[in-house]
């Protein structure tokens, strides 16, 4: 059982990317996916979460209109599209496994490996 997030990167101010959460060993249909991101000396910030149910999606004011996220259970992975990417956002990236979206850790049951991004010029 595992998911692994991967995509990040060295991005320039204003551009984007994606990052991708891929599950394996099990089936993500039934479980909602948060981003969370730690900067170097700061706390984890939850970013976004995807519910199992179409709809349910949530992100943190810092993102919103900014990032999107989405799934595609056919592949089992969720995606965080990244857009106007700023040097704040500069962190790892990590996705975890929730039985129901929330926006503290404690929500969250699995984590996967986490993914550099960083912004910057």
């Known amino acids: 059982v595992q998911l692994q997030a991967s995509g990040g990167g060295l991005v320039q101010p204003g551009g984007s990317q994606r990052l991708s959460c891929a599950a394996s060993g099990f089936a993500l249909d039934d479980y909602g996916i948060g981003w969370f991101r730690q900067a170097p000396g700061k706390e984890r910030e939850w970013v976004s979460c995807?519910?199992?149910?179409?709809?349910?999606?949530y992100y943190a004011d810092s993102v919103k209109g900014r990032f999107t996220i989405s799934r595609d259970n056919a592949k089992n992975t969720v995606y965080l599209q990244m857009r106007s990417l700023e040097p704040e956002d500069t962190a790892v990236y990590l996705c975890?496994?929730?039985?129901?979206?929330?926006?503290?850790?404690?929500?969250?049951?699995?984590w996967g490996q986490g993914t550099q991004v960083t912004v910057s010029s």
């Open positions: 995807i519910g199992s149910v179409p709809g349910l999606i």
């Open positions: 975890a496994l929730t039985g129901s979206c929330g926006n503290s850790s404690g929500a969250y049951g699995f």
